[in-house]
């Protein structure tokens, strides 16, 4: 069992947007500014697209963004394009004692 | 450009214990931590722990801390990550991740490890 919460899958049709919850505790989210989203193709490494919860890597496009409200991140991706089908990570630093933990993932289909 | 190449598919039996490589090239290796983040087939990522590639010093994830030791050889740019007394529950694709300041910001490609009679 992860410890970040994330619904298993999200869809949206191309041109739509979908948002992607990450929801932890004033442990991990609620306390820290750095949560960041990956993104993951089958095979593949993931892929860092959002990170200190808003802020985006250069070459990930702005369709992409992200926000955090109490204990609970979000991952926004708007003008859903059939190659933003992945699945998506949040993951966040904590003051327990695992330094870092992630979500479970959520698998984005574009319809 | 930043790189992080690491060693290859690995097959082994219930019991031992397996070394991965993560090398790294197209900065300054002791500038950063390096984390391992393991993903079982058909799962999410797991954090493993994370490794000073300056000091040496180490955090495990309480699950791997009896089990997982990281090291590195800075004269050569690479870290290792080592598993002893292999499950079958450990088979997974195990990767190294960059650290730049609380998120991972390179990713090598994976090493497969498959844990089997």
């Known amino acids: 069992q992860s410890a970040l919460t994330q619904p298993p899958s999200a869809s949206g049709s191309p041109g739509q947007s979908v948002t992607i919850s990450c929801t932890g505790t004033s442990r991990d989210i609620g306390a820290s500014n750095y949560v960041s989203w990956y993104q993951q193709y089958p095979g593949k490494a993931p892929k860092l697209i959002i990170y200190d919860v808003s802020e985006r890597p250069s070459g990930v496009p702005d369709r992409f963004s992200a926000s955090k409200s109490g204990n609970t991140a979000s991952l926004t991706v708007s003008g859903l394009q059939p190659e933003d089908e992945a699945d998506y990570y949040c993951?966040?630093?904590?003051?327990?004692?695992?330094?870092?933990?992630f979500g479970g993932g959520t698998k984005l289909t574009v319809l | 450009q930043v790189q992080l190449v690491q060693s290859g598919t690995e097959v082994k039996k219930p019991g031992a214990s397996v070394r991965v490589s993560c090398r790294a090239s197209g900065y300054t290796f002791t500038d950063h931590y390096m984390h391992w983040v393991r993903q079982a087939p058909g799962l999410g990522l797991e954090w493993m722990g994370r490794i000073n590639l300056d000091s040496g010093g180490t955090n495990y994830a309480q699950k791997f801390r009896a089990r997982v030791t990281m090291t590195r050889d800075p004269s050569i740019a690479t870290a290792y990550m080592e598993v002893k007394n292999l499950k079958v529950d450990d088979t997974a694709v195990y990767y190294c991740?960059?650290?730049?300041?609380?998120?991972?910001?390179?990713w090598g490609q994976g090493t497969l490890v498959t844990v089997s009679s």
């Open positions: 993951t966040s630093y904590t003051d327990r004692d695992d330094f870092v933990v």
């Open positions: 991740a960059r650290d730049e300041v609380n998120y991972f910001d390179f």
